[in-house]
């Protein structure tokens, strides 16, 4: 079972559990670099440091931190690899780009970088960053993601979850302090979107304050507050701390505290792999945990027998399991209409059904595809995933694209299955959502 933990530290009583007698025998080569992005982020000038154990013939983890380097992160992290706690990490402090404008002034792209709800950021440190710093210094590094931690503080923290969020397979291992889940790039939908998709395999430290700003862009104690909850609701493997009467991320620089959090998330790395314990009771009514996407030759094929000024007018149309109303969506649109299955049709009594969860920079806004399942649930094949539509219009689940390619098409018959243009894939759905086998004559015509 996920755990979840608040803890409550009291400024005048800090625990301090580190040794301070321990004689710390590993040096530290400290490098300062610069990288211009090319595809992602391109023109931006990304200023960075590492801070690389003195270990010969290493495979490093790594520890990708914002604004600067840590100095607290990476003393508490060597003490931590010198004791076999856990492995010697590379630690890179990265700096929000920096873009020249025409007339060569210099402008900051935090908010671009750091804010924003979107994987272009996440992209430029995975395959360029990363890459960049192995190949220019000969460091090899670990390529499991149980080896790689992402951190921030702040706009830093938000970061370090959505690098994560977007990079499931590159980092398990998440620490936030005073995460700025705010409306500055939408990342307020986060906590929500936390409870309505799949568990992701993620071991997390969250820290937040009594006195975090309250600005006009969001409160900061209450989304940090969602976001716990969030993770309690997802099952997350998960500890919160929380600081009475200090303020925004106040013992992000306290080496005292970075030995602690590094110590939790590290806790059995030689024993077993992070992985998600669990998926919310919400997701587990359309899928069973031990669902996987799988290969597979085939996609049903599918008919749609909906009105001809339907089909003229939406690019998906899908009928209702009971019959009574259509579904209709256009892929440029972050809606799901409804019209009522009546003998005169009229396309000027829409009803609106969904509104799509959408996130910046994706292509298409709106359902690639359509289907329904034996409870009439609606799966909606977005380019962020299958979202799940119930009968009353509420986007409850979000299931996980089986690959990183476009997806193409959605069908529910005997299971649920996606084609993209990387493949054909079939997954397990729980018994009442599919259809028996004389139903699937019943109902094949209505899919798009």
């Given at each position: 079972?996920?755990?979840?933990?608040?803890?409550?530290?009291?400024?005048?009583?800090?625990?301090?559990?580190?040794?301070?007698?321990?004689?710390?025998?590993?040096?530290?080569?400290?490098?300062?670099?610069?990288?211009?992005?090319?595809?992602?982020?391109?023109?931006?000038?990304?200023?960075?440091?590492?801070?690389?154990?003195?270990?010969?013939?290493?495979?490093?983890?790594?520890?990708?931190?914002?604004?600067?380097?840590?100095?607290?992160?990476?003393?508490?992290?060597?003490?931590?690899?010198?004791?076999?706690?856990?492995?010697?990490?590379?630690?890179?402090?990265?700096?929000?780009?920096?873009?020249?404008?025409?007339?060569?002034?210099?402008?900051?792209m935090r908010m671009n970088n750091y804010d924003l709800f979107d994987r272009?950021?996440?992209?430029?440190?995975?395959?360029?960053?990363?890459?960049?710093?192995?190949?220019?210094?000969?460091?090899?590094?670990?390529?499991?993601?149980?080896?790689?931690?992402?951190?921030?503080?702040?706009?830093?923290?938000?970061?370090?979850?959505?690098?994560?969020?977007?990079?499931?397979?590159?980092?398990?291992?998440?620490?936030?302090?005073?995460?700025?889940?705010?409306?500055?790039?939408?990342?307020?939908?986060?906590?929500?979107?936390?409870?309505?998709?799949?568990?992701?395999?993620?071991?997390?430290?969250?820290?937040?304050?009594?006195?975090?700003?309250?600005?006009?862009?969001?409160?900061?104690?209450?989304?940090?507050?969602?976001?716990?909850?969030?993770?309690?609701?997802?099952?997350?493997?998960?500890?919160?701390?929380?600081?009475?009467?200090?303020?925004?991320?106040?013992?992000?620089?306290?080496?005292?505290?970075?030995?602690?959090?590094?110590?939790?998330?590290?806790?059995?790395?030689?024993?077993?792999?992070?992985?998600?314990?669990?998926?919310?009771?919400?997701?587990?009514?359309?899928?069973?945990?031990?669902?996987?996407?799988?290969?597979?030759?085939?996609?049903?094929?599918?008919?749609?027998?909906?009105?001809?000024?339907?089909?003229?007018?939406?690019?998906?149309?899908?009928?209702?399991?009971?019959?009574?109303?259509?579904?209709?969506?256009?892929?440029?649109?972050?809606?799901?209409?409804?019209?009522?299955?009546?003998?005169?049709?009229?396309?000027?009594?829409?009803?609106?059904?969904?509104?799509?969860?959408?996130?910046?920079?994706?292509?298409?806004?709106?359902?690639?595809?359509?289907?329904?399942?034996?409870?009439?649930?609606?799966?909606?094949?977005?380019?962020?995933?299958?979202?799940?539509?119930?009968?009353?219009?509420?986007?409850?689940?979000?299931?996980?694209?089986?690959?990183?390619?476009?997806?193409?098409?959605?069908?529910?018959?005997?299971?649920?299955?996606?084609?993209?243009?990387?493949?054909?894939?079939?997954?397990?759905?729980?018994?009442?959502?599919?259809?028996?086998?004389?139903?699937?004559?019943?109902?094949?015509?209505?899919?798009?």
């Open positions: 079972m996920a755990r979840l933990h608040c803890i409550i530290y009291r400024s005048e009583t800090v625990l301090n559990r580190l040794k301070k007698e321990a004689i710390r025998m590993t040096e530290i080569r400290y490098i300062d670099g610069v990288l211009t992005g090319k595809k992602y982020k391109p023109g931006m000038e990304f200023k960075f440091n590492l801070a690389i154990p003195c270990v010969e013939d290493y495979e490093f983890g790594y520890i990708i931190e914002h604004d600067w380097q840590n100095q607290a992160t990476v003393n508490a992290h060597l003490r931590l690899a010198d004791e076999g706690k856990a492995p010697y990490c590379v630690s890179f402090g990265v700096q929000p780009g920096v873009l020249t404008m025409p007339d060569g002034s210099k402008r900051n272009e950021y996440g992209d430029f440190i995975v395959h360029e960053l990363i890459p960049h710093v192995s190949e220019a210094y000969g460091i090899r590094f670990s390529d499991s993601a149980d080896m790689h931690v992402v951190a921030g503080g702040s706009s830093g923290g938000i970061s370090a979850f959505v690098i994560a969020w977007f990079h499931p397979d590159v980092f398990h291992r998440i620490y936030m302090s005073s995460p700025s889940f705010l409306s500055m790039g939408r990342g307020n939908e986060i906590p929500y979107l936390i409870r309505k998709y799949e568990t992701k395999p993620f071991r997390i430290y969250q820290e937040y304050s009594e006195n975090e700003p309250n600005e006009y862009f969001g409160w900061t104690v209450g989304i940090d507050m969602e976001a716990m909850e969030g993770f309690r609701f997802a099952n997350y493997d998960f500890e919160c701390v929380y600081f009475p009467g200090e303020g925004h991320v106040s013992r992000y620089r306290d080496e005292n505290e970075a030995y602690k959090r590094f110590e939790w998330l590290w806790a059995g790395w030689k024993a077993a792999p992070v992985q998600a314990k669990a998926n919310s009771a919400r997701v587990n009514e359309v899928v069973p945990f031990e669902s996987r996407w799988e290969a597979c030759d085939s996609f049903p094929e599918t008919e749609c027998d909906a009105p001809e000024e339907l089909l003229e007018a939406y690019d998906k149309v899908v009928l209702s399991n009971d019959g009574q109303a259509w579904y209709a969506a256009n892929v440029n649109e972050d809606v799901v209409h409804m019209f009522l299955n009546e003998e005169e049709l009229s396309l000027d009594r829409l009803i609106l059904h969904a509104t799509l969860h959408t996130i910046p920079h994706y292509n298409i806004k709106g359902a690639i595809d359509m289907a329904v399942d034996r409870e009439d649930r609606l799966y909606v094949l977005t380019e962020i995933g299958v979202q799940c539509v119930r009968s009353f219009g509420l986007i409850d689940v979000i299931l996980d694209l089986p690959d990183d390619e476009m997806p193409e098409k959605i069908a529910v018959t005997d299971a649920l299955y996606v084609k993209t243009t990387g493949g054909i894939y079939r997954r397990k759905l729980q018994e009442k959502c599919i259809f028996e086998q004389d139903e699937k004559r019943r109902h094949v015509h209505y899919y798009d």
